[in-house]
Every structure is written in structure tokens, then in C-alpha cells.
């Protein structure tokens, strides 16, 4: 094709020098004009090979290129929102977790408060036990400071009455004597 081409151009040139063009204003003649479509018909073929060969590759190439760019954006635009999706249901979760913690919390001092109630009641129950221990034990000592009192008067009364009665009375009766000295006396004289 490029040969016929420049075989056209020479062919012009060709007659241009010869002298046929002498004779006529421009040029304009059926030659030329059959030239003229001979070579836009080439040019044509050649747009149309190079169009084929040249640019539908072009055209594919950034085909292809556009499609991956749409296909990056699509995979992009998923990601962004699996990341949207991941961040909402991250923010639940530390919002299950704040709300289990402070459930954590409010358990531990509900435990707190009635261990502390039972360390209490304890507290008070051995309290309330030494007390009473304390009242038997005082008890106990009135009682035996009592007796002991009574075998303190008692021997007191008897040497007493030993001196005055000096032999006249029996053992049996001085305890008797000494007794009812005591019932006279009452237990509170001596009690306190």
C-alpha cells in the first residue's frame, strides 16, 4: 500500500514536469482528480489498518485499565464499608464490655456489702457472747465472794460468841445462833 502510494506521488511529479500541466489553470484535470480518491482511499485504509493494528489495542489497554480502576474503587468502597461494619460492631462490643464491667462491679460490692453485713453480725454475736461470759464469770465471783463472806462472819460470830458464851453452848447450837444472826442481818448487809 505504501508503495502504490509513492508510486501515485511519482506519477505526479512526473507529469508535472513533463509539461502536461502547461496548459491548464490549476491543474484540474480527471487524472488528478481520480488520484485525488485513489489517495484519499488509501489514506482511509491506512487510518482504518493503523486503527486496527494501533488504536483498538490503545483502546483495550485503557479498557482494561478503566475496568481495574472501577474494580480497585468497588474493593475500596467494600472495604470501607466492612471497616464501617467492624468499627459499629467494635463499639458495641465495648459497649456489652463497659456495661458487663460495671455489672462486675455492682456484684463485687454487693458481695462487699454483705460479707461486711456477716462480719458485722459475727462481731456482734461474739460481743453479745463475752458479755454474757463476762456476766457469768461476775456472777461466779459474787457468788463465791458471798460464801466466802458468810464462812468470814461465821467464823467472826463463832469466836465472838466463843469468848462471851466461853463453853456454855454446843457446836450445834452456836451454828444455829450464828445462822439466825445472819437471817437477822439480812443477805443485803452483807451483799454489798
Known amino acids: 500500500m505504501v508503495n502504490f502510494i509513492s508510486s501515485m506521488t511519482g506519477t505526479l511529479a512526473a507529469a508535472v514536469t513533463d509539461g502536461m500541466m502547461e496548459n491548464r489553470i490549476f491543474g484540474l484535470d480527471g487524472q488528478l482528480l481520480i488520484d485525488t480518491v485513489i489517495l484519499a482511499l488509501a489514506v482511509f485504509a491506512l ?26 474503587m468497588d474493593f475500596s468502597a467494600k472495604e470501607k464499608e466492612d471497616a464501617m461494619q467492624f468499627k459499629a460492631e467494635y463499639e ?29 453480725a459475727e462481731a456482734d454475736e461474739e460481743a453479745r457472747r463475752i458479755r454474757e461470759r463476762a456476766s457469768r464469770e461476775i456472777e461466779l465471783e459474787k457468788s463465791k465472794l458471798k460464801d466466802e463472806v458468810k464462812q468470814e462472819m461465821i467464823s467472826i460470830a463463832s469466836v465472838m460468841a466463843g469468848k462471851i458464851i466461853a ?13 439466825e444472826a445472819l437471817n437477822e442481818m439480812g443477805d443485803d448487809t452483807w451483799q454489798n
Do not use: C, H, M, T
Open 47 to 72: 487510518f482504518a489498518l493503523l486503527s486496527y493494528l494501533l488504536f483498538n489495542p490503545a483502546r483495550e489497554l485503557l479498557a482494561k485499565r478503566q475496568a481495574k480502576i472501577k474494580a480497585e
Open 92 to 120: 458495641a462490643k465495648l459497649k456489652n464490655a463497659s456495661s458487663e464491667v460495671e455489672e462486675i462491679l455492682s456484684e463485687g460490692r454487693k458481695k462487699a456489702q454483705k460479707r461486711e453485713n456477716e462480719i458485722i
Open 167 to 179: 463453853g456454855n453452848i454446843d457446836e450445834a447450837k452456836q451454828a444455829a445462833l450464828v445462822d
